[in-house]
Nanobody, 131 residues
Framework: VDLVESGGGLVQSGGSLRLSCTAS????????IGWFRQVPGKEREALGC????????YYANFVKGRFTISRDNAKNTAYLQMDSLKPEDTAVYYC?????????????????????????WGQGTQVTVSS
C-alpha cells in the first residue's frame, strides 16, 4: 500500500501549483482522499477532502475559493490545485485515504475533523511560497 504526493516546489506569491496523490496497493475508488498540511512546530491542518462515490468535496474555510480537490479514479490519483498562493501556505502537504463509501462523510464536513484515523498517509511534499 502506498500513497505518493508529488508536484511540490517553490512558487512565488500569487502563483499556482497542482499536487498529485497517487495510490497503489488498494482500491483507490473506494476511498475518501483528504489533503492536509503541516508546518514544523505546528499542528497539522486539514484542507479538504473528496468522496469516493461521487467526488463530492468539502473544504476548510481558509482555503475555499483558492484550493480545488479532484480525483481521477482511472489513474488512482487525486489532485490538489492551489491558486493565489501566499507565503503562509508554505508547508509540507500530505494526502490520506480512508475507506468510507458514504458521501455524507465528506458532504457533512466530518472528514475535516477526522484527525489521525485515516487508513493510509503519504510521505508529504514540500511547498514553499516566496514573497
Amino acid at each position: 500500500v502506498d500513497l505518493v504526493e508529488s508536484g511540490g516546489g517553490l512558487v512565488q506569491s500569487g502563483g499556482s501549483l497542482r499536487l498529485s496523490c497517487t495510490a497503489s496497493g488498494f482500491t483507490f475508488g473506494d476511498y475518501v482522499i483528504g489533503w492536509f498540511r503541516q508546518v514544523p512546530g505546528k499542528e497539522r491542518e486539514a484542507l479538504g477532502c473528496i468522496s469516493a462515490v461521487d467526488s463530492s468535496t468539502y473544504y476548510a474555510n481558509f482555503v475555499k475559493g483558492r484550493f480545488t480537490i479532484s480525483r481521477d479514479n482511472a489513474k488512482n490519483t487525486a489532485y490538489l490545485q492551489m491558486d493565489s498562493l501566499k507565503p503562509e501556505d508554505t508547508a509540507v502537504y500530505y494526502c490520506a485515504a480512508e475507506g468510507i463509501l458514504n458521501a455524507g462523510f465528506v458532504i457533512s464536513g466530518s472528514c475535516i475533523n477526522y484527525g489521525g484515523f485515516w487508513d493510509y498517509w503519504g510521505q508529504g511534499t514540500q511547498v514553499t511560497v516566496s514573497s
